[in-house]
């Protein structure tokens, strides 16, 4: 059974940089993208971006400029960094897998982690 | 980039009743590539739907989607006390995929 868990801080200052990891278990790594994704407190959901094991990596043009996804294919892992953030990027970040080999959609989320950008 | 406009915004219905979801898209969508989600408070989204008409795997078959070019539905059909939470459409036909704005599905 394939599961994703966020972790990372929950509250981070204005102009500082958001971290988070994704841990996936019980699937193959190498097979999928790996996304990240956020809603905001009220809001509908963004796409943020994605990797796939090979480093390769596609951005929304809206977020590019301040993102950075990263893999660690033996941990199982994929990372986001997000730079200068503002309250505007309070929300919560989920991870999922784009499967693109059957569906080419976000088929498994993770649960989400709530970040709270505040001084 | 491809904005996608869910109508109403809220459903208030009962159990046993049946009710279609609106997706337009502000330009085509290119083979058929939008997903339906189901998102409850404090859960991960639930892929429900995708190629606009293919129910994900363990999706029951009261749940079916419909449409092409601009235009999708989500019909929910003998609405049960489970289904009740935010629907979103999702387009991954272009990049950036994009999401509607989700239509919340409440209890009467």
């Known amino acids: 059974q394939v599961q994703l868990q966020e972790s990372g801080p929950g509250l981070v200052k204005p102009s500082e940089t958001l971290s988070l990891t994704c841990t996936v278990s019980?699937?193959?790594?190498?097979?999928?993208?790996w996304s990240w994704i956020r809603q905001p407190p009220g809001k509908g959901l963004e796409w943020i971006g994605y990797?796939?094991?090979?480093?390769?990596?596609n951005y929304n043009p809206s977020l590019k400029s301040r993102v950075t996804v990263s893999i660690d294919t033996p941990k199982n892992q994929f990372s986001l960094k997000l730079s200068s953030v503002t309250a505007a990027d309070t929300a919560v970040y989920y991870c999922?897998?784009?499967?693109?080999?059957?569906?080419?959609?976000?088929?498994?989320w993770g649960q989400g982690t709530m970040v709270t950008v505040s001084s | 980039e491809i904005v996608l406009t869910q109508s109403p915004g809220t459903l208030s219905l009962s159990p046993g009743e049946t009710t279609t979801l609106s997706c337009r898209a502000s330009?085509?969508?290119?083979?058929?590539?939008l997903a339906w989600y189901q998102h409850k408070p404090g859960q991960a989204p639930r892929l429900l739907i995708y190629?606009?008409?293919s129910r994900a795997t363990g999706i029951p078959d009261r749940f079916s989607g419909s449409g092409s070019g601009t235009d999708f539905t989500l019909t929910i059909s003998r609405l049960e006390p489970e289904d009740f939470a935010v629907f979103y459409c999702?387009?991954?036909?272009?990049?950036?995929?994009?999401f509607g704005q989700g239509t919340k599905l409440e209890i009467k």
């Open positions: 999922a897998r784009l499967d693109i080999v059957a569906t080419d959609v976000f088929d498994i």
């Open positions: 019980g699937d193959s790594f190498s097979t999928y993208y």
């Open positions: 990797i796939y094991y090979t480093g390769r990596t």
């Open positions: 330009q085509s969508v290119s083979s058929s590539y």
């Open positions: 190629g606009a008409s």
């Open positions: 999702q387009q991954y036909g272009s990049s950036p995929y994009t």
